[in-house]
C-alpha cells in the first residue's frame, strides 16, 4: 500500500502485482546464455586430447585447460541453475499451471540436469539441458502470449 499525501488528507492506493519484480524482469535467455556455456565447455573438455604423462610441460599445459573449461562449466551450471530456479519459484504462478500442467517436473528435471553437468563431463547431459531449457523458453513465451524464436548464439 503506498499512502499519498495531499493537503492533509491521506489517500490509500492499493497496489497489486504477479511478480517478486516488475513485469519484463524475467526472461529465460540468461538460462539459455548459461546452459550454451556447459554445452560449450563440455564439448571442449571431451575433445580434449590427454599427452603422455612424461612429457612434464604438455602435461601442465592440458591440466591447465582441462582445470579452466571445468571451472567456467561448473560455474555457468549454477548459473544457469540460479536463473532457472528464480523464474520457477517467482514468476510462474498456480494459475499458469493449467496452460502447463508439466511446469514443475520440467524445471525439476532441468535443474538436475544442470546439477548433473556440474559433476559430470557428459554430451548427453549436456544436449538434454539445452533442450529443457528450450522447452521452458516456449512455455515462458506463450505464458505472455508471445511467439519469441528460440535462438542460439552457437
Known sequence: MIANIDEGE???IEAFA???GPCGVYDPASARVAGEA???MTKKMLGLTCPDTGEGE?????????????AIKEEEAQKCKDELLVLWTDFYKPQ???ANPNLHQTFWQAAKLCSACKVEVSAVHAQELMDAIEEIHNQF???KG???PWIRAS
Request: hydrophobic share 40%.
Open 18 to 20: 504477479h511478480c517478486d
Open 96 to 98: 499458469h499451471l493449467e
Open 10 to 12: 491521506i489517500e490509500t
Open 141 to 143: 513465451w506463450a505464458v
Open 146 to 148: 508471445r511467439e519469441v
Open 38 to 40: 556447459v554445452q560449450s
Open 58 to 70: 604438455s602435461m601442465a599445459a592440458y591440466l591447465n585447460t582441462m582445470s579452466r573449461y571445468a
